[in-house]
């Protein structure tokens, strides 16, 4: 390979790493199921979903693997009037947390976790998440709740399907300590090799 194909190989590959690290957008495709089974899986990298509560009784609930640490969790109104609210499930549908849009009109939970795969469910006010034994969270609108409704203590099985509102929604998430390199740091790096290349074909030459 002569030094010209190896700076633009190189030079392809930061770019493509780069593009890869900001493609953060992923758009709901179709209507997203609203059960552990269905529930449209999120790419690694992702950093906002753009979708949209359909009906009044939709739900879309996504599935993501966490790197662990500091997760940031926050759903927004799109152009739209719906009445968001966020819930956060474990591996096997067991619900964390829950936020009923404080502050309004965001719906955000913050939180610490290990590492691990994990669930998100956006809804409108009032279409919340039951098990086998009850609301698995309380019907309030303080902030970010745990999971001590009548049916805390059981995995997800269903939902009410009494929301209020439809529209369309942005869910930001915040990015891991694993997630790929920022681009100027690959670029760096990239270059940095190009230039131990290039000093060894001279010598070689």
């Known amino acids: 390979m002569n030094m010209k ?3 633009a190989a190189l030079a392809g590959l930061v770019l493509s790493v ?11 495709i179709g209507d997203t199921g609203d059960n552990l089974n269905t529930a449209q899986s999120l790419t690694g990298g ?14 879309d609930l996504f599935s993501f693997y966490w790197g662990g640490g500091l997760l940031d969790l926050n759903v927004s109104q799109d152009n739209s009037a719906l009445d968001t609210q966020i ?11 829950h936020n009923d849009d404080a502050p309004f009109p965001n719906s955000i939970i913050q939180t610490a976790l ?8 956006i809804s409108s006010w009032s279409n919340d998440p039951l098990s ?13 709740l745990t999971p001590t409704g009548p049916g ?9 399907y009494d929301g209020n509102s439809s529209g369309a929604y942005l869910l930001n998430i915040s990015s891991t300590a694993s997630q790929v390199p920022e681009p100027s740091t690959l670029a760096i790096f990239a270059l ?5 290349a290039s000093r060894k074909f001279k010598k070689q030459s």
């Open 132 to 144: 086998v034994g009850g609301a698995i969270f309380p019907s309030d609108f303080s902030g970010q």
């Open 87 to 97: 819930f956060l499930f474990d591996s096997l549908g067991f619900g964390l947390f």
């Open 5 to 7: 194909m190896l700076k």
């Open 114 to 121: 290990a590492a691990g795969e994990y669930f998100v469910g």
């Open 192 to 196: 940095g090799i190009m230039g131990l």
């Open 46 to 59: 992702t950093t906002q979903v753009s979708g949209s509560i359909s009906t009044n009784n939709d739900v």
């Open 18 to 28: 780069s593009g890869f690290a900001n493609a953060g957008l992923i758009l709901e």
């Open 152 to 160: 805390g203590a059981s995995s997800l099985s269903t939902w009410e």
